[in-house]
């Protein structure tokens, strides 16, 4: 099995709205990402958990906010987003950094902010 | 610097062979991956080659890998129209964490 799970599959907010998006594994990986994809562009990674620790911060603003409960979960907090924030989030999982790195995608959450 | 280029569009005809190329600049990669994003959807894992091998056959699938270019192609045989969507490459460099490099994408448009 080589499932990533992620709900909402869509969500609409508002700019002073609160909303979480939620990921979910059952591989046994160590390793889990978020994403922030943009139409007809490539995935940017936000941030990356090894070992439920926040390993990577890739300079994202603060309205975005990873937690990683356990080692199946990953979270993403919003508060007070912006509208350019709109676009496709995917998470994604791998086994422990110092071992097979491949990563397996969830279909993602499309987040309209208006 | 760690860069992976595209071609941005490829379109062939139903049942032909697809080939979709890329370059990536970071000799140290361990592996290299094809991810396959359909139209609304995450990304899924096609296939990927380990940095000492050649070639890697997937039934339909062929990787070829010519380090010494630092180029990676993906073959498609007997392409069909479900195999239309965006094909990212992507390299792992080294360093840890797994991070991945991902090419801007390749749309590939099958027509009968």
């Known amino acids: 099995d080589t499932e990533v799970t992620q709900t909402p599959k869509h969500l609409v907010m508002g700019m002073t709205n609160k909303k979480s998006l939620k990921c979910e594994q059952h591989?046994?990986?160590?390793?889990m990402y978020w994403y922030k994809q943009k139409a007809k562009k490539p995935p940017e990674l936000m941030f990356v958990?090894?070992?439920?620790?926040?390993?990577i911060n890739e300079s994202v603003p603060s309205r975005f906010s990873p937690e990683c409960p356990n080692s199946s979960l990953l979270n993403l907090h919003l508060h007070a987003l912006q509208p350019e924030d709109s676009a496709l989030y995917l998470c994604?999982?791998?086994?422990?950094?110092?071992?097979?790195?491949?990563?397996?995608f969830g279909p993602g959450t499309r987040l309209l902010v208006l | 610097g760690e860069d992976v280029e595209q071609s941005l569009f490829l379109s062939v005809r139903e049942g032909d062979s697809s080939v979709i190329n890329c370059t990536y600049t970071d000799s140290s990669s361990t592996y290299l991956y094809w991810y396959k994003q359909e139209p609304g959807a995450g990304l899924q894992l096609l296939t990927y080659i380990f940095s000492n091998m050649d070639m890697k056959q997937d039934q339909r699938l062929t990787v070829l890998l010519n380090k010494k270019d630092k180029h990676l192609s993906l073959r498609i045989a007997d392409t069909q129209t479900g195999d239309s969507a965006i094909y990212f490459c992507a390299e792992s460099p080294s360093g840890g964490y797994n991070k991945l490099i991902f090419g801007a994408g390749t749309r590939l448009a099958v027509h009968p």
């Open positions: 958990y090894s070992y439920e620790k926040l390993s």
């Open positions: 591989m046994g990986h160590r390793a």
């Open positions: 994604a999982s791998s086994q422990a950094p110092d071992r097979d790195g491949t990563q397996y």
